[in-house]
């Protein structure tokens, strides 16, 4: 049977104050799969979800080619299609960061502070993609569809026996 690269499970990393931080191991193989075999991980901020989300460099071609797909339809309809407006929230804020054998990488300072990532990183598979919190941050939100990543960065905390 074909293993599925799929984003599932949560886990729970620290990040240093340089922004160094390792991808945990169970989100390395898919990233991969989903990047043409490449050591390489897309993140962007998610304003809604008031996260970074991760995926490969497959959808982030993907996401590229559908902006440019919706501009040849305005185009075909006489419409304005202004790529500041739908693509820049989507790119300005999205960097595309190689990551060592360890799955070590330097998350750059600007997605720390949109994601406010302190010193706890919860990941949360979305199955295609997933969310980058930072624990605190994620605590912080009243938003009831958060429920499950909250539990579950909660149980990891203890886990690491509520280290802070």
Request: hydrophobic share 40%; glycine share 10%.
């Amino acid at each position: 049977m074909a293993e599925i690269s799929a984003f599932l499970g949560s886990a729970l990393t620290t990040i240093d104050p340089k922004g160094r931080m390792a991808i945990p191991a169970a989100f390395r193989n898919p990233i991969i799969a989903n990047s043409d075999g490449e050591s390489s991980v897309v993140f962007s901020f998610n304003a809604q979800g008031q996260c970074l989300q991760g995926y490969g460099t497959q959808r982030l071609r993907a996401l590229i080619e559908q902006m440019r797909r919706r501009e040849e339809l305005a185009s075909e309809a006489g419409e304005e299609f202004r790529t500041e407006l739908f693509g820049g929230p989507r790119f300005n804020s999205t960097s595309t960061i190689s990551f060592d054998g360890s799955g070590r990488l330097i998350l750059p300072k600007m997605l720390v502070a949109m994601a406010r990532i302190e010193k706890h990183v919860f990941f949360s598979g979305n199955g295609t993609d997933f969310s980058v919190w930072g624990y605190e941050h994620l605590m912080s939100l009243d938003d009831p569809r958060l429920a499950s990543q909250q539990f579950n960065a909660r149980f990891l905390m203890e886990e690491l026996g509520g280290k802070r």
